[in-house]
């Protein structure tokens, strides 16, 4: 299983290794509008663990250019965690 800390929550969230952050949805404050990775309300910064997310799709490339491809930011709705922990904040 892979640890998620949302800072704004203050908390803690365990899901599957391997699985989409989507898993989050229902389980801490950030909004999932879209979960196709083009609405950006998912949009966080990942201020630790980035190495333990699987590297972004095109999908989620695109939707990353489109809101100001900042390379610490991911969208959760369309980004894998590979295992371990990601910090992420928004
Ligand atoms: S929920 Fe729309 S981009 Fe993630």
Redesign the pocket.
Known sequence: MATVEIKNDKKEVTIPDGSLLAELDGKCSIL????????????CKVTKGMENLEQPNDIEKA?LSAFGNDPSER????AKIKKGKVTLEY
């Open positions: 999932f509008a879209c979960k196709v990775g083009s609405c950006g309300s998912c949009k939707g969208l959760p709705c369309v």
